[in-house]
């Protein structure tokens, strides 16, 4: 005879789905939404002779983008990071679409050693990243002419991170060695979901294996390479961690690897002789914020809408 009771009504009893959402909500909310909303309220005050904080409007935007000290300093972060961003839309990806492309060949062997490989620098410290490639391109002790003399290349070999020229780009293609491995797993994994039967079919039609790639797997994946130019947007203007580790919060030479992290870093918390203003660095991430937001609302409303999707 089947029991009736609060214990049948609590097994049939179901939790509304916000009470699942509820601790990933509060703790996003918490540690994300809280502080950007605090730091965007905070851009519109300022503390002048270290008073209590007043409303001040807009005036520490007109500072940052008006004043002629401040504005230069922002301009100048801000090209340095399109330039660091190009690099690795340029550089990065197609690598990486070429490396999935090659990994996801049927007659490929020792596919997965490939993989972990090519992942693994992922996996290591940014700091660590930092400090082995200033052992192997420094002038001095550094093994980078070593490693060119191997290919009879040592003529060209020359202090690449103390030039004001060819210090961003050399730090842009360390971390494209390091984060290559995120595009490339990503399309991979995009390029193992399209059946096999179309590839089959191509190949008996007579063609190639890069024409199979080509024509069919990459319009295929154009969503997964979309997806992944905007998390390279997103993540080349948050960045900040490499550049401190080689360059320090001056990002020298002479500023030329400075990027709006650095900038932010500078302005908020001070380093050596500048004082640090939360005010205005809350302002320089509040522009960071809408810099980002802006190309995240081009990806969506131009870019993700034309691509065409299709059913596998």
Do not use: C
Not at 30 to 56: C, K, N, Q, T
Not at 67 to 72: K, T
Not at 138 to 143: A, F, I, K, N, T
Not at 289 to 308: C, K, N
Request: aromatic content about 16%; cysteine-free; overall charge neutral.
């Amino acid at each position: 005879m089947a029991h009736s009771g609060p214990m049948t009504d609590w097994r049939k009893a179901k939790l509304p789905v916000f009470a699942f959402l509820a601790p990933a909500t509060i703790i996003y909310s918490l540690f994300m939404i809280y502080p950007l909303i605090d730091s965007i309220r905070l851009s519109f005050y300022a503390a002048p002779s270290g008073e209590e904080l007043a409303f001040v409007g807009f005036d520490n935007y007109r500072t940052i983008l008006g004043d002629p000290d401040w504005s230069a300093t922002f301009w100048n972060s801000f090209w340095n990071n399109m330039k660091f961003f190009a690099v690795h839309m340029l550089v990065q990806n197609p690598i990486g679409i070429a490396l999935a492309g090659i990994l996801s060949l049927p007659q490929l062997k020792f596919r997965n050693s490939y993989r972990t490989l090519m992942i693994m620098p992922t996996m290591l410290s940014v700091v660590i990243v930092g400090f082995i490639w200033q052992l192997i391109l420094s002038p001095v002790w550094g093994v980078g002419t070593d490693i060119l003399d191997i290919f009879g290349l040592k003529s060209l070999f020359g202090p690449w991170l103390g030039k004001e020229g060819s210090a961003l780009i050399t730090l842009s293609f360390i971390s494209v060695w390091q984060w290559v491995g995120i595009p490339l797993m990503l399309i991979y994994a995009a390029l193992l979901a399209i059946p096999d039967d179309l590839v089959d079919a191509a190949i008996v039609d007579g063609a190639t294996h890069f024409e199979v790639f080509w024509h069919i797997k990459l319009p295929l994946v154009l969503p997964t390479v979309a997806m992944v130019s905007i998390l390279t947007f997103v993540g080349n203007f948050n960045a900040f961690d490499l550049i401190y580790a080689v360059k320090g919060a001056l990002a020298g030479p002479n500023f030329s690897t400075d990027i709006m992290g650095t900038l932010f870093y500078r302005t908020f918390f001070g380093y050596q002789l500048q004082l640090g203003n939360p005010s205005l660095g809350a302002t320089v991430a509040s522009l960071m914020f809408l810099i980002i937001l802006a190309g995240v609302l081009f990806y969506l409303f131009a870019v993700q809408r034309r691509l065409a999707r299709y059913q596998l």
